[in-house]
Structures are given as structure tokens and as C-alpha cells.
């Protein structure tokens, strides 16, 4: 129960850091924030945050977002999925290994997202679309720290 | 420091100690039906998602309730502009307000006199309508709408708007600001909507130069600063500075209103069509306060009955142009009323 509600919490914040205002040329970087809070809990709790979880936090993001329903969400279930595969290994890694290895995870996502917006009839230019994935990398370490603050706070496990 | 992941293993061997009593073990597999097959079904549920919500309207009633109970983000996102903008206009000094104020009265006295001329022409106007035969002029009625929160999406130019469903506002309503067309609404949630502005990729919109009455297509090119006029030849009547207006073709947007001003005209003897740019006049990334324009066009809203219920569901929330659609004049301009109102009468006594 108590897991569910700081999960919820955060991937919240992650929702309302998503649409935050930022300025002109920063809006091409925005760090993917519910791809990382996915992924984050994904690795920590594997047994209790899967695919579905991730899934409904796709599809709030479509609603907030205006897009199709179900593009989100499935690139969400993607990172998920990714993460399944990966966390007995990467749990293990050191930070910086860690981020390294979250690269091609975004950047699997964003092309994922790149592929299913031009289904939906408009394309963004490509290259411009990966940055997110690069800063939200760089960002990981951070991130990992914040959330693994909540964690500890409230004994999540 | 918090989270190196090598003490992970330490903190998780302790939490399950720690838990050990009450709960069971923390499993080191996952159960359950294996991973591949549930990423097959809730993808198998996502694109089937994607192919309903884009092919038919079952969604959008779901999708408008999910979008009222998450909409509060965005106004949360937008607390601190707003709590910036509490401040500033705490900490205005009387100077400015006074400069301000001044400013505004000057302002003010000019648009008066603009429109005691505008009754006056628009009654000129119907007449010669009339000696036409054609249909007569009809005001607009427009809402006044506030910006709740741009797409953070940076490909797209949409906006949200704090008006929605039970406002009266509909798919496909004309959006302006004070100084020209902004875009239209693409979907409503019951007590918000989404703009799609008119410098998206994926609108156009049909206008005319006014200078001459030349028709073109306006296409929005994804750059806040510049619409682009599709196929338009070489030999066309274009010039820099030529004002764009809406020519109402399109049967969406109202005829006459202002989109852009001409900022370039290229003619490439390579290319087919001459290349002409046309700047927003709307102040589409900087207006805050927008207008929902309830149009004979768009027959006023036909799917929610806006005429009836607008007087008594929203009297103060500033129902701009309240007067009658058979007289074109504002009601309350002094001296030039009662002679318009009747002129307005009499040129209505004779057109049958």
C-alpha cells in the first residue's frame, strides 16, 4: 500500500515536470522525467512496479500530452520491459555505468515515440528528437539519488 | 551519499530482514505470466488504443473526463508564472501604474473614435449589402479565455485554455487574441480545451491579401515567426507589407479577421510557386488572455446550444458583444446609436 502511494507520488511529480513551462531553446532537451521514475522503480521494486503500472503512467502522460491514447504508453511498457530484462545486472553497476547503460534504453524509447508520431501524422526532426535521451541519461545519476531518497524515507522495498 | 548501488544489496538484506515477520519474502524471480507475453498484450491494447482514438470518437467522452481530473497539473506547472506575476504587480510603483493607466486611457480614446467610425461604415456597410443583394453583415460573440499551459511538446504549437465544455466552447472555435487570429480549438474537456495555433505543421488556413482580395492558402511551418502561402505564382499580386485576413472559405474561421503581414516574397526562377512568408499578426507565443469567437459561420456552436445558455450561465464572465446579430453597432456609443438603429431597421423593412 505504501508503496504504491510513494510510487504514485513521484511518477505525479514526474508528470508535473513534464509539462513545466522552460524556455525556447531548452524545450528540444527536456528530459524524459516518467521514462526515468519508470524505469527507476522498475529496477528497484522489479516484484512489485511491472508493465501494467508503467503502462497507466504512459497513458496519463498521453491525456496531459493530447496524443493518441496509447503512444505513451507504450513506449512506456517498452522502458519497462527494457528494465526487466536488464535490472539483475545493472543494479550491480556503478552510477556512472549505470546512465551509460540507460542511453540506448531512451534512446530506444524517443525512436519508438518518433516512429509512432509520424504514424500519427506528424514528423519532428530526427536527430533533435534523441538529445532527451542523452540529457535524460546525463540526468540519471541525479535522479537515481532523489528517488532513492523517497525510497529510504518511507522503507519502500 | 545516497544510492551507490553497492550498498543496495546491504540495505535490501536488511529491509527484508526488517520485513521478514509481517510479509514474506521479497521474490528473487518474477512470477506470473512471462514477461513476453504480457508486452504482447498491452501492446496488443495500445495499438488497438491508438487505432480507436485515431479513426473513431468512442474515446473522446474517456478521454475528456481523464483530461479533467489531470488538467490541474498544468495549473500547478504554471504556479510559479503566475506567483511571478502576483509579485510584479505587487511591486508596480505608483509612477508606473499612473504611466500605465495614462497609456491606456490614450488608447482607449482612440479605439472610441475608431469605432464611432466603425458604426457608421458597418451601416454603410449592410446598405450596400443590401443594394447587392447579398447576405448582410453579422456580428461575432466572443468568451474571453484565459492561458493555462503551453504542449511541452517542442514540435507542436498547441496551448491549453481554462474555457471548455461547459463554457459552450466546441472542436473546430476560432481562437483570437487582441491583434489577430490565433488558431482553433481541437479538443475540449469539460472545463478546459486544446488550441491548435496557427503556426503548426499541421494547419492551414484559407486567406485573402486585402489590398486586392487574392486568394491563398496559409500554412503553418512549425517557427512561431512566419506562415508560409502555398502555391502562389510567380505573377501574383504579393507585396511586402500586404495584411492577410481570413476569407472565411474554410467555413471555420469567421471572414475578415487579420492572420499576418507579409515579410517576404522570393520568386526562384527554379521553383514553380514564389515562396512568400507572412509573420503572425497575433502575438502567438506572448498574449495571455484569449478570444473564443461564437460565430454565424460555425452556427453559433451547433452542437451545444451556446445562445440560450450563455446569459444565464456565465453573465459575468465577460460576454463581449452582447447586442442583437440584426444590429451590427455597439449600443452604447452616444448620439451615433439611435440614428444607426434605425437606419439598421429601415434597411431591414426593405430587404424583402
Excluded at chain 1, 44 to 66: C, E, K, N, T
Excluded at chain 2, 194 to 213: A, F, M
Aim: with cysteine; aromatic share 8%.
Amino acid at each position: 500500500m505504501r508503496h504504491s502511494l510513494v510510487v504514485g507520488f513521484t511518477v505525479l511529480l514526474a508528470l508535473l515536470l513534464s509539462v513545466m513551462p522552460m524556455p525556447e531553446p531548452f524545450g528540444f532537451g527536456r528530459p524524459m522525467w516518467l521514462a526515468m521514475t519508470v524505469a527507476f522503480w522498475v529496477m528497484v521494486l522489479p516484484h512489485r512496479i511491472g508493465l501494467v503500472m508503467a503502462w497507466f503512467a504512459g497513458l496519463a502522460s498521453d491525456v496531459l500530452y493530447g496524443e493518441l491514447f496509447g503512444q505513451h504508453a507504450l513506449v512506456m511498457t517498452l522502458v519497462a520491459t527494457m528494465v526487466l530484462l536488464l535490472y539483475q545486472r545493472i543494479r550491480r553497476f556503478p552510477l556512472w555505468q549505470q546512465s551509460l547503460v540507460m542511453l540506448p534504453v531512451f534512446g530506444v524509447a524517443q525512436l519508438l515515440l518518433l516512429w509512432l508520431n509520424s504514424l500519427a501524422g506528424s514528423r519532428p526532426p530526427i536527430l533533435l528528437l534523441l538529445l532527451p535521451a542523452l540529457v535524460s541519461a546525463l540526468l540519471w545519476p541525479w535522479a537515481c539519488a532523489f528517488l532513492d531518497i523517497f525510497r529510504r524515507r518511507f522503507h519502500v522495498v | 551519499m545516497i544510492g551507490t548501488s553497492n550498498d543496495w544489496l546491504s540495505v535490501a538484506a536488511a529491509g527484508a530482514a526488517q520485513v521478514y515477520e509481517e510479509c514474506t519474502i521479497k521474490p528473487l524471480f518474477i512470477k506470473g505470466p512471462s514477461l513476453g507475453v504480457r508486452l504482447l498484450a498491452l501492446t496488443v491494447l495500445s495499438v488497438a488504443l491508438m487505432v480507436t482514438d485515431a479513426r473513431l470518437n468512442v474515446l473522446q467522452p474517456v478521454r475528456a473526463q481523464l483530461g479533467m481530473i489531470l488538467m490541474p497539473i498544468y495549473y500547478v506547472a504554471e504556479l510559479p508564472v503566475r506567483a511571478w506575476e502576483n509579485v510584479h504587480t505587487q511591486l508596480t510603483s505608483r509612477a508606473d501604474l499612473i504611466a500605465e493607466n495614462q497609456r491606456l486611457r490614450a488608447e482607449s480614446l482612440l479605439t472610441q473614435r475608431k469605432l464611432q467610425k466603425l458604426a457608421a461604415l458597418t451601416e454603410q456597410n449592410v446598405r450596400l449589402r443590401e443594394l447587392l443583394n447579398s447576405s448582410s453583415l453579422v456580428d461575432e460573440r466572443v468568451l474571453v479565455a484565459e492561458l493555462v499551459g503551453v504542449d511541452p511538446n517542442p514540435f507542436t504549437q498547441r496551448i491549453m485554455i481554462d474555457k471548455g465544455d461547459r463554457d459552450g466552447v466546441f472542436l473546430g472555435q476560432p481562437v483570437l487574441d487582441a491583434t489577430g487570429l490565433m488558431g482553433q480549438v481541437v479538443e475540449v474537456m469539460p472545463f478546459n480545451s486544446r488550441v491548435l495555433l496557427l503556426t503548426d505543421v499541421s494547419h492551414s488556413l484559407p486567406v485573402q491579401v486585402n489590398r486586392n482580395g487574392l486568394r491563398a492558402m496559409a500554412t503553418g511551418t512549425g517557427n512561431n515567426d512566419w506562415l508560409e502561402l502555398r502555391h502562389v505564382s510567380d505573377t501574383a499580386d504579393i507585396r511586402i507589407g500586404d495584411i492577410m485576413v481570413s476569407s472565411g472559405l474554410g467555413q471555420r474561421f469567421p471572414a475578415g479577421y487579420p492572420v499576418g503581414r507579409v515579410i517576404s516574397v522570393e520568386q526562384d526562377p527554379a521553383e514553380p510557386f514564389s515562396i512568400v512568408k507572412v509573420a503572425p499578426t497575433a502575438q502567438l507565443n506572448r498574449s495571455r488572455y484569449l478570444l473564443l469567437v461564437f460565430s454565424p459561420e460555425s452556427a453559433y456552436g451547433d452542437v451545444f446550444p451556446v445562445l440560450s445558455l450563455e446569459p444565464e450561465a456565465s453573465p459575468d464572465q465577460a460576454v463581449a458583444a452582447p447586442e442583437q446579430p440584426e444590429q451590427p453597432e455597439q449600443p452604447d456609443i452616444p448620439g451615433e446609436s439611435s440614428e444607426s438603429s434605425e437606419a439598421g431597421e429601415e434597411g431591414s423593412n426593405d430587404a424583402p
